[in-house]
């Protein structure tokens, strides 16, 4: 370790030895002692160290950090450290109402404020479920002190009668068994509950999975971190090595801006199409880099990402689940078999550990090929997202990679136009009101149809609904059709692997192209060209524009707490990372009171 920073630098100073103000500093440290920390610890020059704790019984995914926090602990102090466990706002991807999303912004808004207020010079970010990782990713980009994060790890494999059972996509297959009476309802809840047999996250490559991987491909976590399952004795080590490592980062000066450059978010769109990442994805980093002030779009997705293999076979694109991810090596292999055929663009980034990606993972290949495949052999060539646009939207995402075949048979195999489809919009505002019209003869609804899901952007229905991916009528699925095309400017769910095109901006609800499409109007979407438009002639669209600003906009339904409606006031696209607009204008905050 080069120590790049002494005593005198370290931050915690400011409040525990300032020698201008004895008063200030007496009073700081006396509170600070009175559960039993010592002079020592705050006085002699220990860096403190912040454990950002999202654990907690709310929280059963990030639950098991209470645990391995201790190992954590351990790990600073026997690096010379201080410990200081700092409360995060709970974000339990499955509890929260209306959806988790909407509290990833109000994790960072949180945790900036403690971490920027209070005396620490490091934080290790304890991450996990689906919004936590890029909350606190997002926090420690806009504060700029040192950061180490730290996966609580994936759930062990769930298994049900011999077969693996994965978490949400599981769900799926119980709900057509108890449509057919396979199964009765404590079937249908043992059969749920057999896909989370331990402490951890979703054992599928959903979000969850996908951040972990995605804050070790952008360097922030040890190598290796993202895929240990949580209950395994690995797990426990590297949560200690993550403690001893932060301390070391802080002599260092290593801090996130210096890892989370534009490369390293380069290098980890690459490894998304690898891994077969979620199309949430994109949100979060492009929500983290703004606040880093690194420029990020969705054309980088595409340009960068779309023609990477896929080489993990995780459920739901594949079989496999979060055990076997890890018995073949987790994200190292992955980048180490990228690597090998030059398609890693940046192997000299720096991360944590102080060395660069490429030493990490040079020498690192899949110990089990049909968990993570080679670049030779891949489960699809190409796996990442194309980036649409046109008078419905500036920007929304589609992955390819999971059109099926009877999808592709049905919409895009004329020959003359074998990447475009025309269809007839039908339009639902919003989850409840697709559920009350979609089974309605009287929609008329056929398979020259385009399902439109407006009113489920971030403003729309606070933070952004998982619902574009929408069933076709009963009476239709009865006849033979699985799917109808879907387009939204709400999300999906990582654990489904629909077509939809989704994350649509501007949003209906902030007056984007979507909220001027009516039930009926033919939209042609192209992709090859990359486009979605209403076909309908531009006078009547401006027509329809006036109106829709006569009528006040859009007619979202009404915030039911306060939150929600600060949120809605302050957020932007989904495309431009859904952060709240204007806190990106604060960079680096840290140093402020130095
Ligand atoms: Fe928490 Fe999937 S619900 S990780
Ligand atoms: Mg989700």
């Known amino acids: 370790m080069t120590k790049k920073i002494g005593i005198e630098d370290l931050r915690s100073r400011k409040w525990f030895m300032n020698p201008d103000n004895p008063e200030m500093t007496a009073l700081y440290l006396e509170r600070y002692l009175n559960y039993g920390l010592t002079r020592g610890e705050l006085q002699s020059g220990k860096p403190i160290i912040g454990i950002a704790q999202t654990g907690s019984d709310l929280s059963p995914c990030n639950r098991h950090h209470l645990e391995l926090t201790k190992r954590v602990r351990d790990g600073i102090i026997a ?3 201080t410990c200081i466990e700092v409360p995060v706002h709970p974000i339990q991807e499955t509890g929260k109402r209306p959806t988790a999303m909407l509290d990833r912004n109000l994790a960072y808004l949180s945790l900036v404020e403690t971490l920027f207020g209070y005396p620490l010079d490091g934080v290790v970010l304890n991450i996990g479920c689906d919004k936590t990782t890029p909350a ?5 980009a806009t504060v700029n002190i040192p950061a180490i994060a730290l996966s609580v790890g994936p759930m062990l494999n769930g298994w049900f009668k011999g077969e693996r059972t994965g978490s949400g996509t599981i769900v799926w297959k119980a709900r057509e068994m108890l449509a057919a009476g396979e199964i009765d309802d404590d079937g249908f809840m043992e059969l749920v509950a057999s896909s989370a047999p331990s402490v951890g996250y ?3 490559m959903g979000t969850a999975t996908t951040m972990n991987s995605l804050a070790e491909a952008l360097g922030m976590q040890l190598p290796g971190s993202a895929a240990i399952p949580a209950p395994y004795r690995e797990r426990g080590q590297i949560s200690y090595e993550t403690g001893r490592r932060i301390v070391d980062m802080v002599w260092e000066d290593l801090r996130p801006s210096q890892i989370m450059t534009r490369e390293a978010f380069e290098n980890a769109i690459v490894i998304n199409s690898a891994i077969g990442g979620s199309t949430n994805a994109p949100i ?6 703004r606040h880093l002030g690194v420029p990020l779009d969705n054309n ?3 340009k960068l990402g779309h023609d990477v293999p896929l080489l993990v076979n995780l459920q739901p694109a594949g079989e496999y689940l979060g055990e076997d991810y890890s018995h073949a090596g987790g994200v190292p292999a992955v980048v180490g078999e990228l690597m090998a055929e030059g398609m890693l663009p940046h192997p000299d980034v720096i991360t944590v550990n102080g060395k660069t990606m490429g030493e990490n993972c040079a020498d690192m290949r899949s ?5 993570i495949k080679t670049v030779a052999d891949p489960l699809k060539a190409q796996a990442g997202f194309i980036n649409l646009t046109g008078n419905l939207f500036d920007s929304a995402i589609m992955k390819t990679s999971v059109i099926s075949e009877s999808f592709r048979a049905k919409y895009l195999s004329n020959p003359e136009d074998p990447n475009a489809f025309e269809g007839r919009a039908v339009v639902f505002d919003g989850p409840e009101d697709f559920h009350n019209r979609i089974d309605d003869p009287a929609e008329a609804i056929d ?6 899901m407006r009113g489920a952007g971030p403003k729309g229905y606070p933070g952004g609904a998982e619902v574009v991916n929408m069933r076709p009528p009963s009476y239709l699925i009865k006849q033979g059709v699985e799917a109808l095309p879907c387009v939204g400017d709400g999300r999906q769910s990582g654990t489904s692997g629909s077509p939809s095109i989704l994350n649509a901006s501007p949003e209906a609800a902030a007056g984007g192209g979507l909220a001027l499409l009516q039930n009926g ?6 992709l090859q060209k990359c486009t979605a438009n209403s076909l309908v002639p531009l006078d009547e669209l401006a027509e329809r524009a006036r109106l829709f600003e006569a009528n006040g906009g859009y007619d979202a339904p009404e915030s039911q707490s306060p939150w929600q409606q600060y949120f809605r006031e302050k957020v932007g696209r989904f495309d431009e990372g859904m952060i709240l607009e204007d806190a990106d204008k604060y960079q680096d905050i840290s140093r402020r009171f130095m």
């Open 367 to 371: 110990a089990d090929t049909k968990v």
């Open 447 to 452: 398979e020259n149809c385009i399902l439109f």
């Open 284 to 289: 979060h980093l492009n929500g983290i880099a």
């Open 79 to 81: 690096a010379g450290g």
């Open 136 to 140: 606190l990713l997002m926090a420690a």
């Open 300 to 302: 980088d997705w595409q």
């Open 521 to 526: 109007d033919p939209v042609r979407i192209d």
């Open 202 to 204: 979703c054992n599928t």
